[in-house]
Structures are given as C-alpha cells and as structure tokens.
C-alpha cells in the first residue's frame, strides 16, 4: 500500500492542486499547516475535507482555535493568520478543531512537529543529531513499538535514523527513491507542499510503500507565480509570495 505523505500546504491551492493531480492513488496524509501564509486557506480546507485523508493538527490550525498562541509567531505569521481568520468559514474552524496532534497505528506515527511534545510543536531541525528533541523523539517511537515517525513544520525534507548507535540525518533535497532498513528506526520529515524552504521552489511530497519498504520523493512544478501574484494582491507582505518563487 502507498502512503501519501503530504506537510505545510499553507494555503498554496495551486502547489496543492498539482500534488494531488501527482500523486495516483495511495491512502493521503496532511501532516498540518493547511492554511496560513498562502491566499487561499478556506479553498485547501476544502480540497482536504472533501479528501478521505487522515489529517494532523499544526501550529496554524492551532492558532486558529486558540488566539493566544499568536504570541509564538513572528510578525510575518501574525499578519497571515489574521488575513487567515477572514477566510475561514464556521464549519471550517469547527473541522479544524477535531483534528488531532497525533495520530499512529500499528505501523507508523505521525505529527506536525516533533513526536514528543507533539502539542507543543517543537521543531527537529534539519542535521541536529543533538537535539534533545530528536532522543527525546526516539525514546517514544521506542516505547510505542514503532520504527517510523513521520512529520513536517521545517519545510525542510529529510530524515533522521540510528546508525552505529548514532543519529544521523540525510537530506532529501533531491528527487530519489530510499529502501530503508525494516529494523531502523527513522524520523522523516516530508518537506512541505505550498512554502519549500530547501531552495526547490515546486511542491514537494512522500510516497512511502509499505510492502516494498520504500520512500519516495517527489517535486512537482505547479503556477507559482500564479500562487505568489494571489498573495500580493491580498495585500499581505512581499517577503511570502517572494519566497514561494524561490524555495526558501
């Protein structure tokens, strides 16, 4: 079975189209972040909703439902979630306010930021093998018995796994197909669909295979400029439809 894993689509319908249009069939994922920073957040709501995804509470859903967390975001993020506000409908917010921080089953887990902590939505960064977040990560996909945590919130794709007792962690910058180890444990982070920030401007995703054991990682090229001239026109800063032009 295919595992379609998607992250941080903020509110980019055109890059979340063209996934979808991408991917074929498989049973989807939205690891959180569906709105914030792009101009089209109650659209995405609505192309998930109508979806048969499982999908996982982010920092900008959660902001959504409780306004005092606005103090966590800086001020790019606080102008997009206000705009964000304005363009969700009741039943989105009460759609919203179901979705879980975590969600697993006898294969694999999954949250928006790092698995412990998941209501906290604590970043694993990119090559921090010293995280406390990242042992402390391990140490709950040990004691719940599973071997793969998937995530997102860095809009960074790549993967942590234990090699000769160590964390490392790979990139996955480029497209390319993984075998991974079935005795590994791996925590991989899908990048993000609507707001790369890995200098690839196209959408990014995961297919993950389980019977083949595989992960694979695929960009696809969408109307960005499209997206991007939708954000200018809704009058919020230049700096969120700029960076979705450059992937970063």
């Known amino acids: 079975m295919k595992h379609i894993m998607l992250s941080d689509i903020h509110g980019n319908l055109e890059a979340l189209t063209a996934v979808l249009e991408d991917c074929g069939p498989g049973q989807l994922y939205v690891l959180g972040d569906i709105i914030g920073y792009g101009a089209d957040p109650g659209k995405c709501v609505k192309r998930i909703r109508q979806s048969e995804a499982i999908v996982i509470r982010g920092n900008h859903e959660q902001v959504q439902l409780d306004w005092n967390e606005l103090k966590h975001f800086n001020p790019l993020a606080r102008e997009s979630a206000e705009y964000t506000r304005t363009r969700l409908s009741p039943a989105d917010h009460d759609w919203l306010s179901q979705l879980p921080y975590e969600w697993s089953d006898d294969a694999i887990y999954l949250s928006h930021g790092s698995p412990y902590g998941a209501q906290r939505f604590y970043y694993l960064m990119p090559g921090d093998v010293r995280s406390p977040y990242l042992t402390l990560s391990l140490s709950k996909l040990e004691r719940l018995g599973l071997g793969l945590a998937f995530h997102g919130h860095t809009h960074i794709p790549g993967y942590f796994f234990i090699k000769d007792g160590r964390p490392v962690f790979l990139s ?14 791996y925590l991989i982070n899908c990048g993000s669909v609507g707001q790369p920030r890995n200098h690839n401007p196209k959408a990014q995703y995961l297919i993950y295979d389980d019977e083949t054991f595989t992960l694979e990682k695929r960009s696809v090229a969408y109307d960005a400029a499209l997206a991007a001239e939708k954000i200018r026109s809704a009058g919020l800063p230049s700096p969120l439809w700029e960076r979705i032009l450059q992937g970063i």
């Open 172 to 185: 996955l910058a480029e497209d390319t197909v993984v075998k991974l180890d079935s005795k590994a444990r």
